[in-house]
């Protein structure tokens, strides 16, 4: 069975950190770059991230660079998301999401987990 499994969420103060991780199962993950994407209340979901499964490349969209950082454990069955200078714009829903081989946006996503929410206060 497919598994993407996002955990590590929770509510900050603006200037905290958070850690989220993706724990993936069930396929052939070293075929497969990890994404995150988020959704704030009332806006479309957005890239957030990538890592890229044939070098460890890593992507990070304008609004997150500096702050935060995209690795994979020695086994690449888990993505971690470390998020810092969080700010109250951070505030979504994260979704970690698995494409064969290339990063994308999320219409080239293969396979998806379930959120986990993250809330930043001022």
């Known amino acids: 069975e497919v598994q993407l499994q996002a955990s590590g969420g929770g509510s900050v103060q603006a200037g905290g950190s958070l850690r989220l991780s993706c724990a993936a199962s069930?396929?052939?993950?070293?075929?497969?770059?990890i994404s995150w994407f988020r959704q704030a209340p009332g806006k479309e979901r957005e890239a957030v991230s990538c890592?890229?499964?044939?070098?460890?490349?890593?992507y990070y969209a304008d609004s997150v660079k500096g702050r935060f950082a995209i690795s994979s454990d020695n086994a690449k069955t888990t993505v971690h998301l470390q998020m810092n200078s969080l700010k109250p714009e951070d505030t979504a829903v994260y979704y970690c999401?698995?494409?064969?081989?290339?990063?994308?946006?999320?219409?080239?996503?293969?396979?998806w987990g379930k959120g986990t929410q993250v809330t930043v206060s001022s």
């Open positions: 999401a698995a494409a064969l081989y290339d990063c994308g946006g999320e219409d080239f996503m293969d396979y």
């Open positions: 069930g396929f052939t993950v070293d075929d497969y770059s």
């Open positions: 890592i890229m499964s044939s070098d460890g490349t890593t």
